[in-house]
């Protein structure tokens, strides 16, 4: 008798597994590799956890002529498309889909808008050592830092690739290649100090191609 009143499962939703095979397609091929509206999906899918957001996705490219039509429209252009695609009555909900949208296009206009002027440019042995020596001179462990550099010289990041004990830091080359491509580094400059001689630094330098 208790099997005949156990509610009958749920049929699963039409777009069931399809976020978790696009974040793994993506993690796979790289989210250069998907098409305009897949990206857009990608964002969604924070904001909209429990509805299929492929319709938005392209409802809001069609509307907007694009990823950079998106950017560049009003808050209350991108809320009405979300209300009209979703059939949901403008309001909380609504409002904050279309913020997390503006939020990330406009994180991105910000760090197309940095000053390369900020990042140092290391073109010297001068500068090198000027650089490096406050960070290193009284560091109490070994420690083996790459400065990956752009084509000009200039510095894309400072990382600290592993620490050590005093008179030891391990270094692997396969991490520090991948790191190159990763950040598209034209060349890199390897930072190893040494604690038991606290003025000594060494450094050694490799065109990246």
Known sequence: MLDDLTPEPK????????????????AKGGLGALPDYELLELLLFRSIPYKDVKPLAKDLLARFGGLEGIG??????????????????PGKATRAVALDLQLIFDVTRRIAREPTAKRPVISSWSALLAYVRVALQH???????????????????????NRGTVDHAPVYPREVVRRALELSASA???????????????????QYR
């Open 139 to 161: 560091e109490p462990r070994e420690q083996f830092r790459v400065l990956y550099l752009d084509k000009k010289n200039q510095l894309i990041l400072d990382e600290v690739q």
């Open 188 to 206: 890199l400059i390897l930072v190893h100090n040494h604690p038991t001689t606290p003025s000594m630094i060494t450094f050694d330098h490799a």
């Open 11 to 26: 049929p699963k939703p039409r777009h069931s597994g399809h976020r978790d095979r696009l974040r793994e397609r993506a």
């Open 72 to 89: 560049a429209a009003s808050h209350e252009a991108v809320e009405d498309q979300v209300a009209r695609t979703l059939a949901y009555v």
